[in-house]
């Protein structure tokens, strides 16, 4: 496990730490946020997943009720918390998209700390490592530590490249574009990626934009080649990997994780 913390995950810590909680599901995050100070609401938002207003030394955190998933609620939630703990007295009024929450990698600054803290604050590194250290990976690995958590699957990925116990790779993709990619510490294939192009045509994402086909139940982990995403040396033999692509159909994005076993 990568043990480098950013300072928003730090932050996520230390608010876990003063809340005295080992495990942010033991309590409704409606009460954290109202114990660090903030007051929490759930009413529609057009446009908006989640949003923070600040004034006059109080905040009030918002969050889009017409979220169908409870797991994104918490997310966004969790999301806003950071905002609060770190951006409140920068910045006034703070509203997130679906793609705010989304493009971990491709957000603003502020934005991309309040999702580190967000991730951190919801799975806390290492109770997060144990619940996966001992089990070989695949996508049940993922679902079980979704349940675990509370929290979305495609959340799960992305906290388990930097903090899982097996070297991934993961692509997202949205409307059959790549949009950015991030692997773990010790993944040592180099990817072949160039932005706004169409994933490879051997990949289960091109697969899923293409032809419509998403793969479910034992299917779930797809057997691909190297050679599909990665670079190869000349002298090199293409080898097996596999790809779990968790397709968003409500907004036509792909998260791909890639792994060798």
Known sequence: ????????????????SDCGLDDPTELPLSDIILGRGAYYEEKPLIGKEGEIVSAG???????????????????????ELGHYEMHRNLTPII????????????AGPQETEANEFASEFLMPSDTFYKECK????????????????LVSK????????????????????????????????????????????NPPTGSVAYE???????????????????????RMRDDEQDSNFYEYCLHVKSFNYTISIIWED
């Open 1 to 16: 496990m990568n043990n480098k913390y950013s300072k928003a995950e730090l932050i996520a810590k230390k608010v876990l």
């Open 57 to 79: 030394g109080h905040s009030m955190i918002t969050v889009n009720s017409d979220i169908t998933f409870e797991t994104k609620k918490r997310f966004a939630a969790a999301h």
């Open 95 to 106: 509203f997130d998209t679906e793609y705010d929450l989304i493009n971990w990698y491709k």
């Open 134 to 149: 001992s089990k070989r990976f695949g996508p049940h690995v993922i679902e079980h530590l979704a349940e675990r958590f």
């Open 154 to 197: 495609t959340a799960a990925i992305l906290k388990f490249v930097k903090r899982g116990n097996h070297p991934v790779c993961v692509v997202y993709c949205k409307d059959n574009k790549m949009k950015w990619w991030k692997s773990s510490y010790d993944f040592r294939p180099f990817i072949e990626f160039e932005y706004d192009k």
């Open 208 to 230: 899923v934009f293409t032809k419509g086909k998403v793969y479910l139940n034992d299917e779930r982990q797809q057997q691909i080649y190297k050679s599909d995403w990665f």
